[in-house]
């Protein structure tokens, strides 16, 4: 790609973050997360309170980008079927046809989802890995991109099934919103009590998030940032407060969003700023404390920021 056309990905780049900020006020980071779990073929475990603009957030973010919308309310009567699709008889061609669940979608918004059964996690977290669902001895191949944004209430525990931690780690990310700031939250008082939210006009398309991808695997990495990548992973299995570290996808997925970030940011290099950015959201949900740690005090967060600090960092020439 010549350089004026690399600029004008930018740009675009640019604009669609600033389409999605017509709808939701501050959270840049959880914004570029989001667009760094697409373009690297990942998907997003999403944590935060109510009333944040999860759901908001994923609308907007699917429309800046063109793509397909569907949001399924995660409840303990749901079944898998309810998700994936099931087959209906066809009164008037007098066989059975495949009916499409809401997983036949590119942004797919689980809400909620420890709140339905482990039959109903798996059967989305297949969806997830395969990219297809099965029925009936066929097989229906899911739209590309498909992206699963799936949120859960980190404080409300009762009647919940949370999500096991073999399946936690197919999520490429988690991302916690936290509360906006003051600023923020005056400028949505100010922009939206009396006026309604704006519409999101699209911005990117399917075929320029391709060109990006394309883009990505342009992205050099020297041998240092390899190591130093393995020397993170390697940090949090070694530690004495970590009961279980980061499994070999971490550091495959740390790669691959490392090489996105840089592309974001206008590099054709993967820096270690890259690498030390992108890890905490990779390594959260994939780090489990002893229990004498946790009740020191200890929180994974807490506890990945002093492994990056901790962790020499390599000078590139």
Do not use: W
């Amino acid at each position: 790609m010549a350089a004026s056309d690399r600029t004008l990905m930018l740009q675009k780049i640019e604009e669609f973050k600033k389409e999605v900020h017509k709808a939701v006020v501050g959270y840049d980071d959880i914004i570029d997360g989001l667009l760094i779990a697409l373009v690297s073929g990942g998907h997003v475990l999403l944590e935060g309170v109510p009333g944040i603009a999860k759901t908001l957030l994923a609308k907007s973010f699917a429309q800046a980008l063109s793509l397909k919308f569907s949001r399924v309310q995660f409840t303990p009567d749901l079944v898998p079927s309810d998700i994936t699709g099931t087959s209906v008889f066809d009164q008037k061609r007098g066989e059975f046809r495949f009916k499409e669940g809401p997983v036949f979608t590119n942004v797919l918004l689980a809400d909620e989802i420890n709140r339905s059964p482990p039959k109903v996690q798996s059967a989305l977290l297949e969806c997830m890995q395969e990219k297809y669902v099965t029925a009936d001895g066929k097989s229906y191949p899911l739209p590309d991109p498909f992206f699963v944004i799936a949120t859960q209430n980190p404080i409300e525990m009762e009647g919940v099934y949370p999500l096991p931690e073999a399946q936690v780690d197919r999520f490429m990310f988690k991302l916690v919103m936290k509360y906006p700031s003051r600023e923020e939250e005056k400028i949505m008082l100010s922009s939206y009590v009396s006026t309604d939210i704006p519409a999101v006009n699209p911005v990117l398309d399917v075929k320029q998030l391709q060109t990006i991808r394309e883009e990505v695997r342009k992205i050099t990495m020297e041998s240092k940032v390899f190591d130093y990548i393995l020397d993170i992973v390697e940090a949090t299995r070694k530690d004495e407060r970590v009961m279980l570290g980061a499994s070999p996808r971490a550091s495959l997925q740390m790669a691959l969003a490392s090489r996105v970030r840089a592309l974001i940011k206008g590099r054709n290099y993967v820096s270690p700023s890259d690498v030390k950015s992108v890890a905490p959201n990779i390594l959260r949900h994939r780090i489990i404390l002893k229990p004498e740690a946790e009740l020191d005090g200890l929180k994974t967060d807490i506890l990945i920021s002093e492994l990056l600090e901790k962790v020499p960092v390599p000078k590139l020439v």
